[in-house]
């Protein structure tokens, strides 16, 4: 079951939302642990078991983490619940690929081979047990108390807006609002809308961004001519930013209905200027989660410049095998660990000479050109076929004369939703109210009429912003859904992971 589907908005939302407001207080958080786990169950049938042998399993060595007397025992038991934790993810996600690569190798040497019978991932297995593992290594740290209450620890884990794709939420974060959240009319509402809009990005953008990027993908490099292959690529850029950030939003939204207030996973991250700065504004949750668990227990920047490079290296060819068991998503995880290693060994005051506009622009443009030819890898299906496909975006696999040409591919409605996703994906609107505000400001200094005259001005552009905002949200839901309506299944890009 998937936040974009008819089922989910007029069925699921719809029972869960009545059950949960009908219920005292005391009952809310078993309702919702109730039909969270039937949100999975949905989706993956008996593998729910999994999750639900799990959860209790990890409560209880944190339990056990909190009672121990030495700190020997802490570490045998926070030692055993990672082996756990890590054991059933590699299990579920990584055995086929060691195995076929441990195959390739002793077919060289031996001629021999083990059985390799496909093993299916789990929905959502990536993002649940980082969940937990956050959770026991916090216990362990002193950063957080155990949870008492096994209801309540196994809602933190299974609670269905951030179930099977994030955002990867901190229990620290969430541990009052378990037992302790307000609800509010203004609180809902402002929920519903962010799951209007997310719903919004990813039916009326993302989805639109990612028929243009299939489409191309789908084609023999020999058929791309060079701009169609940049443009595969652009297309693509934006429907996982749109299909993502999307996501989250309808997350964030749902948690808000409930009462939950969920951290902020995306910042525009198209906007930055190097790739640490894209590091800050995407995917923030799994971000700070390498950062804090895996980076930092590393050394982090402690140990040297040297250190800290290889640091880096790891924690992103980490962060891409998470993503898949492929050698696509490494390669995908070196390039981006590879620059940033780059940006930290260059002196913060090497282009202080270039005049700031300029510098700007630069760091743009090379934020987006290693973001994009990394997307490559992340999209493609093999790791032969991103080389290929590289290779036709550079111009390095002959004549475009007899390829597809941009205009295949590049229609009016096509031209106007990438206008509409190169905007959608800056911060210009909130600039834009930013501009009055600060217009308002300047004026004040000046006559008293002039002034008023500005305040009336601004006060009725925020009387119309506000009240044009339910109508905005009504269009998308209505478009929304009307595309829902007449489209297949297409679920989530991180759905995978």
Known sequence: MVFSSLIFIFAF????????????????????LIFSIFFYAWGEGAYVAIMIALAPLNWALAMGIDAALTH???????????????????HFKYSNFIVENLNALLSGISGGGFSNE?????????????????????????????????????LYISFFPQLVAGPIIRYHDIATQLTERRMSVEKFASGLERFTFGLGKKMLVANPMGAIADQIFALPSTDISSPAAWLGIVAYSFQIYFDFSAYSDMAIGLARMFGFE??????????????????R?????????????????????????????????????????????????????????????????????????????????????????????????????????????????????????????????????ALFLLVVAAVGSTPAFSMLTRDWRKRNNQVRGRTVVAAAESAFILT???????????????CVLVLSIAYLAGQTYNPFIYFRF
Not at 262 to 279: A, D, G, K, V
Not at 460 to 474: D, K, L, Q, T
């Open 72 to 90: 020997k025992r802490r570490t045998q038991i926070l030692f055993l619940a990672v082996i756990l934790d890590l054991g059933v993810l590699l």
């Open 13 to 32: 939302l719809t029972c869960v939302l009545a059950f949960y407001f009908m219920v005292g207080r005391s009952w809310r958080n078993a309702t919702l």
């Open 281 to 413: 504004r995407w995917h923030i949750s799994l971000s700070n989660w390498f950062r804090d668990y895996v980076y930092i227990p590393l050394g982090g920047n402690r140990k040297g410049p040297a250190r800290t490079y290889l640091n880096l290296v790891i924690i992103f060819l980490l962060c891409g095998f998470w993503h898949g068991a492929s050698w696509n998503f490494l390669v995908w995880g070196l390039i981006h660990g590879t620059f940033l290693a780059a940006e930290r060994a260059i002196p913060d005051k090497s282009f202080a000479w270039m005049p700031r506009t300029l510098a700007r622009l630069l760091g743009h443009t090379y934020v987006l050109f290693i973001v994009m030819i990394a997307w490559v890898f992340f999209r493609a299906d093999t790791l032969p076929q991103a080389l290929e496909y590289l290779a036709v975006m550079f111009g390095g696999l002959g004549s475009d004369q007899v390829r597809m040409p941009l205009a295949s591919f590049l229609d009016r409605q």
């Open 118 to 154: 496909p093993i299916h991932l789990p929905l959502g297995i990536s993002f649940f047990t980082f969940h937990m593992l956050s959770y026991i290594i916090d216990v362990y740290r002193g950063i957080a108390r155990p949870q008492t209450s096994l209801i309540n620890f196994s």
């Open 262 to 279: 969920f951290l902020e996973n995306f910042n525009y991250p198209y906007i930055s200027r190097t790739i640490q700065e894209f590091w």
């Open 460 to 474: 009725n552009f925020e009387r119309y912003m506000i009240a044009a905002r339910p109508v905005v949200g009504a």
